[in-house]
Each structure stands twice: as structure tokens, then as C-alpha cells.
């Protein structure tokens, strides 16, 4: 069973940074499309980027330039580095994993911007 460990949340000041980590249990990680969505309170859940197995990544438009998502097979876990952080970037990020027919997700970890 694949499972999805979210860690790096917490409160920032607007401006700061955090470096968000999904730690990913079992086999197949290089093989897994990775991506990150948020959730903020009394939103939609929305995506805010991914990246393939290739390398390829993907942004939402309200994040490029300012958030930056890799990932490391060797360690089996996908990070989201996360600049000039504004207040409505608060919300619960979580992390998904999927490959085909097969779709993952971990618990989440909340980022607050906030002064």
C-alpha cells in the first residue's frame, strides 16, 4: 500500500518562505506522477503543481514564479518550495500520487500566512 506523509507546514510571515515534503512509502515512486493541491477554508480544492516522472512540471497561474516543486527518487519524496508566501496562500496542502488508474493522497499540513 502506497502511503503519502505531508510535513513542513506551519505559520509564516507574508514574504517568507517554507519547504514543504511529501514522503512517499513503497515501490514505484520514480514512476508516479507527483503534485501538490491546496485547500483553503471555504474553497474548492485546487491544484497548484505537479510534476511527471520525466521531470516535466506544471504550475497554477497564481503561483509561478513564487513556488517551485521537485522531487527525489532516491528519497522517494517530492518537495514544494514555497516563496514571497502571500495570506492567501494559507491553506491545507496536500500531496498526490498517481500512476494510470491508481490515485494516492496524504493527510496534509497546513501553511498560514499571517502577520
Known amino acids: 500500500q502506497v502511503q503519502l506523509v505531508e510535513s513542513g507546514g506551519g505559520l509564516v510571515q507574508p514574504g517568507g518562505s517554507l519547504r514543504l515534503s511529501c514522503a512517499v512509502s513503497g515501490s514505484g515512486f520514480s514512476m508516479y506522477t507527483m503534485a501538490w493541491y491546496r485547500q483553503a477554508p471555504g474553497k474548492q480544492r485546487e491544484s497548484v503543481a505537479s510534476?511527471?516522472?520525466?521531470?516535466?512540471?506544471n504550475y497554477a497561474d497564481s503561483v509561478k514564479g513564487r513556488l517551485t516543486i521537485s522531487r527525489d527518487n532516491a528519497k522517494n519524496t517530492v518537495y514544494l518550495e514555497m516563496n514571497t508566501l502571500k495570506p492567501g496562500d494559507t491553506a491545507v496542502y496536500c500531496c498526490?500520487?498517481?500512476?494510470?488508474?491508481?490515485?494516492?493522497w496524504g493527510q496534509g499540513t497546513q501553511v498560514t500566512v499571517s502577520s
Open positions: 498526490k500520487a498517481s500512476q494510470l488508474f491508481n490515485m494516492f
Open positions: 510534476i511527471t516522472s520525466s521531470g516535466n512540471t
